[in-house]
T-cell receptor, first 116, second 114 residues
Framework: AQKITQTQPGMFVQEKEAVTLDCTYDTSDQSYGLFWYKQPSSGEMIFLIYQGSYDEQNATEGRYSLNFQKARKSANLVISASQLGDSAMYFCAMREGEGSQGNLIFGKGTKLSVKP | DVKVTQSSRYLVKRTGEKVFLECVQDMDHENMFWYRQDPGLGLRLIYFSYDVKMKEKGDIPEGYSVSREKKERFSLILESASTNQTSMYLC?????????????FGQGTRLTVV
């Protein structure tokens, strides 16, 4: 079974609108971390935002926010006021376990295209 | 700034060759990872290491091995390259025990096996 599921292979959004990228996860660990990365066409992986399993408030970083619903095991990324430069692949990832030995598992990604 | 450097950006190798992909990080990170990225499949973990000389298999270790003789260097080895190993390979490092949350990635190596 997939540990990270991103159900939207591709999405379109109009410039200046908000968009939500879906991510659900599966783990039996109590302690875990959730991440979102952006990969533009240049190929670099850019860290966007992090949410710890014990964090009570949703994480926010500028135009990015993470809608964390623990009971539903979902960690959706919300991008407000989309810009043309937001066009990229977006990956949701999870690190399971305590301490330093947890590996980092990625979803298959969502390709976001921002229309002018 | 954390830097993760992969030795090659593009690589072309012949079937059956032994291939070494090198990754070096300069921030004294404990964890290092090797992923391969293929269209529609996302990033799949090949191997990771949480300490020198320690390694753990990821989801797709078959056909690969790794070496971590020094903390800063994590090598991915294709013992006998095959065409189905043509892919983008990404190295990453992290250190969650220091309170640093994210993993930092290298620029990737696009390997073509002919």
């Amino acid at each position: 079974a997939q540990k990270i599921t991103q159900t939207q292979p591709g999405m379109f959004v109009q410039e200046k609108e908000a968009v939500t990228l879906d991510c659900t996860y599966d783990t039996s660990d109590q302690s875990y971390g959730l991440f979102w990365y952006k990969q533009p066409s240049s190929g670099e992986m850019i860290f966007l935002i992090y949410q710890g399993s014990y964090d009570e408030q949703n994480a926010t970083e500028g135009r990015y926010s993470l809608n964390f619903q623990k009971a539903r095991k979902s960690a959706n990324l919300v991008i407000s006021a989309s810009q043309l430069g937001d066009s990229a692949m977006y990956f949701c990832a999870m690190r399971e376990g305590e301490g330093s030995q947890g590996n980092l598992i990625f979803g298959k990604g969502t390709k976001l295209s921002v229309k002018p | 700034d954390v830097k993760v450097t992969q030795s090659s950006r593009y690589l072309v190798k012949r079937t059956g060759e032994k291939v070494f992909l090198e990754c070096v990080q300069d921030m004294d990170h404990e964890n290092m990872f090797w992923y391969r990225q293929d269209p529609g499949l996302g990033l799949r973990l090949i191997y990771f290491s949480y300490d020198v000389k320690m390694k753990e298999k990821g989801d797709i270790p078959e056909g690969y091995s790794v070496s971590r003789e020094k903390k800063e260097r994590f090598s991915l080895i294709l013992e006998s390259a095959s065409t189905n190993q043509t892919s983008m390979y990404l190295c990453a490092s992290s250190n969650p025990t220091r309170g640093e949350t994210e993993a930092f990635f290298g620029q990737g190596t696009r390997l073509t096996v002919v």
